[in-house]
């Protein structure tokens, strides 16, 4: 209770540790060391008493944050606008957040974690720990926390949220209806880092832009234009596919004014890459190490990075072709079988048997398909995470691909029938838009209050005899603990939760754009639902999960190929179904081969595109030899800037500009 | 005479300065006073009589490179990897070049261009300098060459030859008929620099590719293969479709490895639009300042930045719609007309008249069209030379485009005449072709002999009462001085000479794509003109004309752009022509609804790749940002840097690695 008093003077409790309420024996209780061990590292500690568990809370101070950056050699933007080493004396040469901070929650998670785990028995011998009924021997220069996690003492550690911050948030954000696609970006950048901040002003972004086309559709699907008619979805076609390539090139200025203003470096290509692995030190290290090793001999090195880069490939390109494979050998059967089902039979009772058959039976290939997608992944050597992500995303989003087009497809093309077209259509955006954002909600609030309801009534067990009521809940801490971790529904230590947003945001924007000429007012309807989708995920991050942890990347990464490549299907589905529209009668016939070439000339131009990122621009020796020389650069002159820095702002402040 | 003598313990001469010969009077003659002063700044001045003109040869030490190079603030590759700024203390942490010397060609031309031009009358007070018949006077502060080339006394001053360099190439490289594409590339930069050594490295790996589809165009041109001769074709479209695609990801991979061979740093994108700005000091500089001056009202400077983009992207938007409506509307119906003469006239004679005056008219209309681009862009405010020029690359492209290929179309495909079509892609390729490289040879040549003889001429004429013979050639400068300017035919300011070669190669490639289904054996043609191209052109270099002036362009620029626009075009019109091919009975009829939707989507799949490139990708404040910064730190750590790089150096030779 004390320390709750003190909360408002202190820095906010941001990490939480789990560990289980244990009988206080005597001899070293491990718990007490680690509290011990975090306080010495300069930790603030709140421990909270749950119903079986037992919180520790931690906070730091600015100071120990920076001397945890300092030891991790963290890149931090300085005032010139150079990314360089982080020095504790030199603070003052280092841009402040915009909240007045000096480390982002990204920078500030990083050294959290290094500090919890940075905590090692110092001294010569073992230490032996007690703990409920067994004996923990720490070894020396082993880290605590990875040994009590082991054996099961420290069940967990989750960033927790902070209560000031998300209520705001809550207030201006999630429930603040009046501005329709504005959000506050700075404060959701403070609060969740970069990956989530840049998603949700995509999103804030797409819908704002979705409203022209929106009001044009209904225009094209309500008015009579005449003799015009005819004219009118060719123009809707064409304008909508300027729309969508003008809005991706805009996206993406915006999305580097945004990087610019949040004071994060990030320059498309091999810059990225160092960034990236800058992230994973250890990993990075043992890369600078092996270069330098093999540097005398340079012709060696280079055939050694030629053959594993096109090995690499190689293995790319083998799971590839595999996932690609079995989507049309398995998928596209199975697809095509159902639309044609649904097609073919008459009795209502049977469609709806048949679609709850067919729902269940995607739920489990969606499943076996990411399943097994994430396991040719963690073959692949791949270089960083997010690069792993993205191959992820474009095997996932295949499956998912085939699984929302290809009946659409069907009943456009084969059977022109337009009227089932545009039902499902409908059905897919207002109804199963609208139960997903339910499911969204409603699922981790299920699972809340499940993991809650279990641990009371484990509670219950325990303490029969004791006192039968009491406020269960006084900690918010242990209610955060019961929410689910903001994760992806497939593969989930490599994405986070925002691989089902931008799965959703794909899916529709394909939908809508695919289909197009089919159905006009489809736009007006994904607007509708995306203001709506902008609060829902914004209530999800804040109230339904976890504070998530924070990311480095800070572009929409693999979406964005995504999108354009719809935008070129797009293009020849619409294609497709002004001739399925406007011909009727049929009598403007292809004969086979005239089609014969026509789908030549398009697999064609899909190769070009296709083959042109197979190859790699830059060879990766040439890409090692530049991060290593930045690197060094940049270490080696990190102090004497800094000290420059710091001198010139000096006058700059006193207002004399330097001379010249 | 005694200076030739001791000529080769010295550097080589390499720069030219063309003065006309005088009758030497009392006072302070001119060109003495050059020439002092050229002593001054530390030059090696050797000086010759020509015919009608004075020659003064310049040579620099590496000393007083050096220094020039310093005051420059060239930035320079470090033993370390990185770009710094160039002290001649600090010389030894600076990379050499693979022939031994410590500036590369480009440097060197910059430095002797920062040294001409620096010479300033430092006294107070005007200087009066005499020429032949009128006295020049000095103002303080002037730069002397710029006053001489005003008043007509200094003619010229271009780079010239090293003899014995240029000799080894003549025969290693120019004359070696062996090594079929084989070339010395790292002689040809250390000699030319970057950009010529990057064309001649683009045409050697090209035709080494092209022997592959010359190989397979000749297979399915003599060869029979029975019963799948109906899919010889298509196959073949494929194969070299693919071929196309991958030699292109292939030359940028080789593009950045020889890059990385030089160690020049060019990163694509904003990377290198700095590198461009530092080349033009002066623009930079005070692009600098004003970034300063401006810099406290950050939301001010970012409306400027952003309204100069836009206006900047309005005039060119303008610019490429001047003309490509001039184009379609101007050209388009010319060669459509004679296409459509050629085919209905009868009689060979008229035949011939007619090409006459087409030929002609052409020539003419190409004139206009290059003078009209170079106008137009010289409007608008691009932000560096190779900008501008790419600029030039695209509009002048488009003319030759048209001109080159609407023509065969028209053959191909309303007439369906192949013969005709064979017989001009033959033409084109074989007789075109050879006439091309003996004209690019004989031309210069020609001017040569004709400037010589005109000289000599007037030198009879002037010394007409002297003794008659004498060796009039005693020197090669002279002899340099007569050959003509390696420069583009269109827009001599913007380009050089490769202009001219690049669009020769980018016309065959055109050709031999776009048509490879109607005449595969073109590319074996394409394959054997381009062998004797390499050497062509080496030659024209090396003997017809004069040195050409250094560029810093490290990439083929718009050229590859133009290659990958040619690949996809080339998809659509071998699709046609199969078409036409194998559709000789007319059965496989497409009615007008349907070839608008298909024209349509063509149209649409235009605009996606058109569109996505109007709108960069990062604005322009973002991107001044960031050179400012990368700028600043630079300045400020570079010293600093050297010092410790030169240190670790020393270490590093006597055996000691640097500690840990």
Chains 1, 2 share one sequence.
């Not at 207030?171 to 969740?192: F, G, R």
């Not at 390109?317 to 494979?325: Q, S």
Request: net charge positive.
């Amino acid at each position: 209770m004390k320390m709750e008093a003190i909360h408002e003077e202190q820095p906010p409790f941001e990490m939480g540790v789990v560990v289980p309420k244990r009988i206080v024996e005597e001899g070293i209780d491990c718990v007490e060391v680690l509290v011990d061990e975090f306080q010495k590292a300069g930790l603030i500690v709140g421990r909270v008493a749950g119903l079986n568990d037992e919180f520790l809370k931690l906070a730091a101070p600015v100071e120990v944050l920076g001397k945890a950056a300092a030891e991790l050699k963290l890149k931090k933007r300085t005032q010139i606008g150079v990314d360089l080493q982080f020095e504790w004396d030199e603070a003052d040469a280092f841009v402040k957040q915009s909240d007045g901070s000096l480390f982002s929650w990204c920078e500030r998670f990083r050294c959290y974690n290094h500090m919890i785990c940075g905590i090692v028995n110092k001294s010569g011998s073992a230490i032996v720990l007690k703990s409920d009924c067994k004996d923990v021997s720490w070894e020396p220069r082993e880290p605590l926390l990875w040994k009590l996690e082991k054996e099961g003492i420290v069940k967990e550690v989750f960033p927790i949220h902070d209560e000031i911050k998300r209520k705001q948030l809550l207030k201006c954000w999630a429930l603040n209806w009046w501005d329709l696609t504005n959000q506050p970006l700075d404060e959701i950048y403070a609060y969740y880092g970069a990956k989530i901040a840049i998603y949700f002003a995509f999103l804030g972004m797409y819908t704002n832009w979705l409203f022209f086309p929106a009001a044009f559709g209904l225009l094209a699907q309500l008015v009579d234009f005449g003799s015009l008619q005819l004219l009118v979805l060719p123009l809707f076609f064409i304008c909508i596919i300027s729309w969508a390539v003008f809005f991706l090139q805009f996206w993406k200025r915006k999305n580097s004014t945004l990087l610019a203003r949040w004071q994060i470096c990030y320059s498309v290509g091999a810059e990225s890459a160092y960034k990236y692995m800058d992230t994973e030190w250890s990993s990075f290290h043992s890369c600078a190490g092996s270069i330098k090793m093999v540097g005398a001999d340079k012709s060696k090195e280079k055939e050694k990075f030629q053959r594993e880069e096109w090995f690499g490939h190689m293995l790319r390109f083998r799971n590839d072709a595999i996932i690609i494979l079995s989507i049309i050998c398995l998928q596209l059967p199975f697809e095509l079988a159902y639309a044609h089902l649904y097609e073919s039979i008459e009795s209502d009772i049977m469609k709806f048997g048949l679609t709850a058959v067919y729902l269940f039976a995607i739920q489990y290939f969606t499943q076996i398909g990411g399943k097994v997608s994430v396991k040719l992944i963690k073959v692949e050597k791949n270089e960083n995470s997010e690069y792993r992500a993205n191959s992820l995303i474009y095997k996932v989003f295949g499956l998912y691909f085939m699984q929302s087009y290809i009946g659409l497809l069907y009943h456009a093309i084969l059977h022109r029938n337009f009227m089932t077209l545009r039902q499902v259509i409908i059905q897919r955006l207002i109804i199963s838009e609208v139960l997903e954002n339910l499911m969204e909600n409603s699922l981790p609030y299920m699972k809340y209050s499940y993991r809650k309801y279990r641990a009371v009534r484990n509670k219950r067990k325990r303490e029969k005899g004791l006192a039968a009521r009491k406020s269960y809940f006084n900690s918010r801490v242990e209610k955060e603990y019961f929410k689910p971790v903001y994760s992806a529904s497939v593969g989930e230590e490599l994405e986070d939760g925002l691989f089902d947003e931008f799965l959703e945001l794909a899916l529709q924007f394909g939908t809508i754009m695919m289909f197009a000429c089919a159905f006009p007012p489809a736009f007006a309807f994904a607007a509708l639902n995306n203001v709506t989708e902008i609060r829902a995920d914004a209530l999800k991050i804040l109230a339904m999960y976890r504070r998530p942890v924070p990311r480095v990347a800070a572009t929409i990464g693999a979406w964005l190929n995504i999108f354009q490549f719809l935008i070129v299907v797009s293009i020849c589905t619409n294609c497709i179904l002004l001739v399925c529209l406007y011909d009727r009668e049929g009598n403007w016939n292809i004969s086979p081969g005239l089609a014969a070439i026509l789908i030549m000339e398009h697999v064609l131009l899909l190769i070009k595109f296709v083959f042109s990122r197979i190859v790699p621009e830059e060879p990766d020796w040439v890409k090692a030899n530049r991060m290593k020389n930045a690197t060094q650069a940049q270490n080696m002159c990190s102090k004497q800037l800094l000290r420059n820095i710091s001198g010139r702002r000096g006058t700059l402040v006193t207002g004399t500009p330097q001379a010249d």
